[in-house]
Every structure is written in structure tokens, then in C-alpha cells.
């Protein structure tokens, strides 16, 4: 199946299961403000929806993540939405939450008026720059809570959750992609820091990754885990991910199963690269959420982890910074 079709089968697939709250993105529409989530976490049967390889292997498929149920429920499920040629396998999965953690990361530091926890963590992406200026990039859901850290307000490595004090400004806050309330929908979750003065100059350049998604080697290296290894096994996932700040629904996400051992919160923001020795590493994704998958017996079997496409993210911060392209580098 092309990515075309992979796209268009989903889409539709989202647009039957989890309307009226779910619509595609609607070109030039103005990010609404956040607000509260509509559901508690966990109360609706379906989380999301995809193409891919089911956690237990076999074919790619159309794919349906609900949380556990009894078994004729997850039948009658499949029963309806499946098409003559096009089955659809239900994962029992758990509600889709972003990594973010009390641990040790880069933060901003915003004053408590803010409604924005000073205690939080998230991992540094790497460097954008355009005209000659560099800005840091991370996820939204770290740095900014969605527009609620003040333009401007330091970014801190280590942040207070790890020294009280503050680590030193690596950078100030200067533009987040903000993410729109349901039913719109949104691509990535990110938001730039303008590079304090006296950061080093970027490193050499990646390139995002272009290719076939379904079964691509990929690595990361998170704040808290480190380097980790997995296969990309769901090219396409749209679905719900839940912040502290609220509900917000994707599009055009990157699925890879794995362990905890893989991420754990505190590594939201963490480059996912695509590896294909002996060829340079390209940037593949930006990790941001996981969710619990389960066996036959409703036993946790593992995690489904989640990144925004990386050639979305570049061309949505670009379009933040007012300027037609960026350049990425990863961090040193």
C-alpha cells in the first residue's frame, strides 16, 4: 500500500471511529486555545487508529487501539469496521499519554502565575537554524504547555526539577507551534528556544528521512534511557494523546512498539533517527507519547511509542519562525 492509500485508509478509518471529535487538519486555521480534556483518560474504548504490524506480528493491516474489553465487544468492533479486502485487527492498548517527567531534563522557567508546573522534564532535540541563528528545539508539552510559558522565558539545562536553583540558560522561548482543541487535529508537538549567545555553533546537518516507514530500523537517545533500538511497525497512526494541560488529537504519526526499557517519561523530545548502515542516519521522528499495549489475557505486554514525522516538524517550525526552511543539526 502507498503512503497515499496508507493515509486515506486511516483517515477514514479516524473520521467513522473517533468523530465528531476528530477532523483532519484544516489548512491556514487558527490554532484554538487549549482546554481541559473532554474525556478522563481511559473511559472511551477507542484511542486511536493505524496501518501496520500488530504488536504480535503478521501482516500489515488496518489497526484499531482500544483498551481491553470483553472479547465480543472487540469483535462486533472489528465486525463493523472492517471492508471486503480490508480487515481490521483490534490492539488492546491504554490511553496514549505524552513522556513527560518529573526527572532530570531541560525546562523552562516560568513564574508560578503561569499555570505551568516548575517540576517537569523533557529531553533536547537538537538545533534549527535559519539566517544564521540557532534555536533549540523540544516538544511543546516540555517547554511551552501549550503557550502557557511567557515568550521569552529561559530554558534551563538542568532544569529546576534537578537543581532548585536552575541550571544555566541555554536558551529563552521564543515560539511554539500551538496545538489545536478538538476537533481540529494536529501534526507535531514541538515548540524552539532561541540559543543563548554563547552556545557553540551547530554541528553538521541531518537530513529527514524519506523512504518507506513500515519496518525501518530506528534508534534514539533519550534523557532518561539513552540510546535505544526498535523497528518503525506502524507507518500511520492517528488518535488522541493526553497532556496535563489537556486532550489534543494527531495525524500522521510514527508507531514503533517496544519495552519500557525503550523510553520512559522524561524522554519526550528524543530524536527518533532511521539507521541503514552503511548510509548517513536521518532524522526520522520526535518522540512524544506511549501507551500500554496488552496480550490475550489483558496482561501488559509492552508499550506502543509514538513521534511526530520529523519533515512535518521542520516545515511546521519554519513556518513558526517566518522564514521557508530550517536547518536541523544534532545536539553534540
Not at 146 to 165: C, I, Q
Not at 192 to 212: D, H, K, W
Request: hydrophobic share 40%; glycine share 10%; proline share 10%.
Amino acid at each position: 500500500m502507498s503512503p497515499e492509500e496508507t493515509k486515506k485508509t486511516v483517515d477514514e478509518l479516524a473520521a467513522s471511529l473517533l468523530a465528531p471529535r476528530f477532523a483532519p487538519p484544516v489548512a491556514g486555521e487558527r490554532p484554538a486555545p487549549p482546554r481541559s480534556a473532554p474525556d478522563i483518560p481511559g473511559q472511551g474504548l477507542v484511542h486511536g487508529v493505524g496501518y501496520g504490524i500488530p504488536p504480535q506480528g503478521g501482516k500489515a493491516t488496518r489497526l484499531i487501539f482500544a483498551s481491553p474489553a470483553p472479547q465480543c465487544v472487540l469483535d462486533a468492533l472489528a465486525a463493523k469496521y472492517a471492508k471486503r479486502g480490508k480487515p481490521v485487527k483490534i490492539v488492546a492498548s491504554g490511553p496514549i499519554v505524552g513522556l513527560q517527567s518529573l526527572a532530570v531534563s531541560i525546562g523552562a522557567d516560568a513564574a508560578p502565575n503561569y499555570n505551568a508546573p516548575p517540576f517537569y522534564a523533557g529531553t533536547l532535540t537538537g538545533i534549527v537554524t535559519a539566517n544564521g541563528t540557532n534555536w533549540l528545539l523540544g516538544c511543546n508539552h516540555v517547554v511551552s504547555f501549550n503557550g502557557r510559558v511567557p515568550t521569552g522565558s529561559p530554558v534551563r539545562n538542568p532544569g529546576l526539577v534537578d537543581d532548585f536553583a536552575g541550571g544555566p540558560a541555554i536558551g529563552s522561548l521564543s515560539d511554539t507551534v500551538l496545538l489545536a482543541a478538538q476537533p481540529s487535529s494536529n501534526q507535531v508537538d514541538c515548540a524552539l528556544a532561541q540559543a543563548a549567545a554563547a552556545r557553540p555553533a551547530a554541528p553538521a546537518s541531518m537530513q529527514p528521512f524519506s523512504g518507506n516507514l513500515n519496518g525501518q530500523a530506528v534508534t534514539k537517545n533519550g534523557r532518561i534511557t539513552g540510546i535505544t533500538s526498535s523497528t518503525i511497525s506502524v507507518p500511520y497512526f492517528a488518535g488522541t494523546i493526553h497532556f496535563s494541560f489537556g486532550s489534543f488529537d494527531f495525524t500522521d504519526l510514527v508507531g514503533n512498539y517496544g519495552p519500557e526499557s525503550f523510553a520512559r517519561p522524561g524522554d519526550s523530545g528524543s530524536l527518533v533517527e532511521a539507521v541503514n548502515p552503511p548510509a548517513t542516519p536521518t532524522a526520522l521522528g520526535l518522540l512524544m507519547a506511549r501507551a500500554y499495549t496488552f496480550d490475550a489475557n489483558n496482561n501488559v505486554s509492552g508499550f506502543l511509542y509514538l513521534s511526530c514525522r520529523f519533515d512535518l516538524v521542520l516545515n511546521k517550525a519554519a513556518a513558526a519562525l517566518g522564514v521557508p526552511s530550517v536547518v536541523f543539526s544534532p545536539v553534540a
